[in-house]
C-alpha cells in the first residue's frame, strides 16, 4: 500500500538545529521530530508503506509499535491537511 502525497501547498525546510513544516494555504508553520520527518520525506518520495515500517524497524524492534506510530501520524497529518 502506497502512503499519501504529501499535499502541493506543504513546504518542508530544513535548517541546521530544526525542520519546518510550513502549510501555505493556512500560513501554519510545525515543527516534525525525527520520525516524523521520515514519514513526511517517505510520502514525499512515494514510498510504500512496507518500505518505511521498515526503515523505521532500526529505530524500533516492535514492528506493531512502529506500525501503530506510522497510522497515528499520518492520521494527524490528514488532520492538518499536510497529506491528501
Request: net charge negative.
Amino acid at each position: 500500500m502506497s502512503l499519501p502525497r504529501v499535499n502541493p501547498q506543504v513546504l518542508v525546510r530544513q535548517e541546521p538545529e530544526e525542520t519546518y513544516v510550513i502549510h501555505m494555504g493556512t500560513g501554519k508553520i510545525y515543527r516534525f521530530n525525527e520520525t516524523a520527518l521520515t514519514i513526511m520525506e517517505a510520502c514525499q518520495q512515494g514510498m510504500g508503506e512496507e518500505e518505511l515500517l521498515d526503515l523505521l524497524m532500526d529505530q524500533e524492534s516492535d514492528r506493531g509499535t512502529v506500525e501503530e506510530d506510522v497510522m497515528k501520524t499520518l492520521s494527524r497529518f490528514r488532520e492538518l491537511e499536510l497529506v491528501e
